[in-house]
Every structure is written in C-alpha cells, then in structure tokens.
C-alpha cells in the first residue's frame, strides 16, 4: 500500500514536469487530486487495513497528496509564464497602418448659406437680432399695415394657431409668414439709430418645387435720422458683389409692400447664363433675390417711432432661393430631404 502511493508521487511528478500548458496540468489534478482520481481511490481501500497500519499509510497519503499539489502549483506558474512570453513574442501592432476614414461632416447649405449673407452685414455694421417664430398677428401684420383685407392674411396663405387656455379672448396667432414682424420687435426694443439683421424660419401653406411649408429669410433694417433710397442701394449693392462676385449686376424694380414706401424688388444678373438667357432665368436674364423699400411712416408709428424724426430702409431675402442660385440647384425640395449624398456635395 505504502509503495503504491510512493509510485504514484512518482508517476505525478514525471507527468506534471512533462506538462507545460495550463489546461494539461488542469487536467493532471483532476486525475490524481480529482474526487475520482487515483488518491482517493487509494484511499478508499484503506478500510480493509489493520488500524495502526491505517494510521502509517494515512500520513503517507497526506504527504503525497500536499506533494503532488506543491508540484502542480509551480508547475502551473511556469506554464502561465511561458503562454504569456509566447504571446509577446507574436505579431506586433503595425501603428503605422493607415486608420480607418472618420468622415467629417459639415453645416447644411441653408445654414452656411444664411451664415454668410449674416456676416457680410455684421461686416457693414449691422446688430444680429430675433423674434418668435409663433407670432402675435398684430406683428406679422397689423403693425407692418397690412390692410384689413389683404390677401396675405387670407387662410390661404398663413398657418393660424389659436393659443389653449385663453378661450374667447385669444388673441390671434400665426406661424410668422416672414421676419418682418422682428422689425417691429427691434425698434420696441431700442431707440433709433438702428441697424439690425434678422435671420429665422418662415411659415407659408406652399408646397412645389420652388415653394416649401417652412423656409427661412433674413430680413434687414436700417434707421437713421437721414436714410435715403442711395444708401439702401449702395448697401444691397454691396451685398451683392460680397456674396455672388464682383462682377454681378443688380436691377431695381418698382414694387409694392404695405410695410415700404416706395417698394422694390431686386435682381441680380442671371448668375447661371451671365444674362444671356436660360431656363432658370426664363430668358431674361434677371433673377429675383429680394424685396425692399423704404420702412412706411405707419409703421414707424406702430413701433414707437416718430415718423417725423426718423427715414430708414429695409429688406427681407429668401435664404432657400439664394442658396438654390449660389449651387446651381433644380429643386428646393432637396434642401429638406437630408439625403446624405446630396448634402455631402457642399
Ligand atoms: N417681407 C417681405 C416678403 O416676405 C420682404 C420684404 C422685407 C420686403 C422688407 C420689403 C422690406 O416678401
């Protein structure tokens, strides 16, 4: 019995000094030191035995046992030690592999377009201001007289919200149909002189490919004690030449806005055919960018300015429709379908 536990600590010890993976020698303690393995099945024949010879052989069983452990321990350290020294040995990190492409991505060109048309005026002097996009009528229109029965104030045209809570009293509300009514709201807030550009949302009920829902504009306007129509031509024709190139040229029409007197529309020459005559421009050579005149002394009434003391000019422009002739675009629509790869081009 004596010898077959002494054979045994000899048969472990040449297997676990052969062993050098730590799932070889996991599996060499299960088969000596397991619940099955081959000690305790030594020792389940030591019932037959006489008690003082169980007695010796017992402490020799310990004493291989806690041999064969000693051995399986320092045998697993070196084989823990040998796996990780392989593993640093193998292929190394190549850093100086190209990375993988992060694309950046980069402002909406109604963002960037409006940004622009913004900062040549901060250039010229002029404040950034805004107004809410949900707006009192007498904003939108009233204050910028509108008369009673105008046909921008038929539901045709606005979008009307009626405010909750305020029941038979409410006033009446729009979705703003332009920036003009942050002209009003800038001469309430400070004193002539006053130059401030407004940029926003609009809201009109349109939709066709030149005409979305929403849109933005960026409205302009100038107060002074002696504004006259040369400074808001020199201003526009400044503008201008900033933002298409200095040799675009500008037309002014005579037009008609209640809030200006008298009106314009300007043009600038067809930056597609260079005013020779194109689908875009419908053969005439002249595009549309924006509307303007001299701000009505009814209006400076409704703002708490005195007409009597005050002149001054203004002007609103589409933002969509100027981004459409700066790209060369074929439809507004794309502007708010957020297709990636159309986006991406700009
Ligand atoms: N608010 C006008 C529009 O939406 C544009 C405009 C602004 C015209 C200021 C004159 C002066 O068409």
Request: charged share 20%; aromatic share 8%; glycine share 8%.
């Amino acid at each position: 019995m004596q010898n077959h536990f002494q054979t045994l600590l000899e048969q472990a010890k040449e297997e676990i000094e052969a062993g050098d993976s730590p799932a070889q020698l996991e599996a060499l303690r299960v088969k000596y030191l397991g619940k099955k393995g081959a000690l305790s099945q030594g020792l389940s024949q030591m019932g037959k035995l006489p008690h003082e010879e169980r007695k010796k052989i017992g402490a020799v069983a310990n004493q291989v046992k806690a041999a064969v452990e000693a051995l399986l321990e320092r045998a697993m350290q070196r084989a823990e030690e040998a796996a990780l020294k392989a593993s640093l040995k193998g292929p190394k990190l190549d850093i100086s592999l190209p990375g993988r492409l992060c694309r950046q991505g980069h402002r909406h060109p109604v963002s960037q377009t409006m940004d622009d048309i913004v900062d040549i005026f901060v250039g010229m002097g002029f404040e950034v201001a805004d107004g809410p996009e949900v707006e009192l009528g007498w904003y939108n229109f009233e204050a910028l007289n509108f008369l009673e029965n105008h046909p921008a104030r038929d539901m045709q045209d606005s979008f009307y919200v009626s405010p909750e809570g305020f029941g038979e009293n409410a006033p009446p509300m729009v979705l703003r149909t332009h920036t003009s009514p942050v002209q009003i709201r800038a001469m309430q807030a400070s004193p002539p002189p006053l130059r401030a550009i407004m940029p926003g949302r609009v809201y009109r009920r349109d939709f066709d490919i030149t005409h979305t829902p929403m849109f933005h504009q960026v409205e302009g306007l100038f107060v002074d004690t002696h504004v006259s129509m040369a400074d808001l031509k020199g201003t526009l024709n400044a503008f201008v030449r900033a933002f298409f190139g200095e040799s675009v040229k500008t037309r002014f029409r005579a037009s008609y806005f209640p809030f200006t007197e008298p009106s314009a529309e300007v043009d600038i020459g067809c930056v597609i055919c260079q005013g020779t005559g194109c689908r875009v421009c419908k053969m005439s050579g002249w595009l549309e960018i924006l509307g303007a005149g001299m701000v009505h002394p009814n209006v400076f009434s409704a703002s708490g300015y005195n007409p009597q003391e005050v002149t001054g000019f203004a002007f609103g422009m589409g933002i969509e429709r100027t981004a459409m002739l700066r790209y060369g675009l074929g439809d507004l629509r794309a502007l708010f379908e957020n297709d990636v790869r159309f986006l991406a081009q700009f």
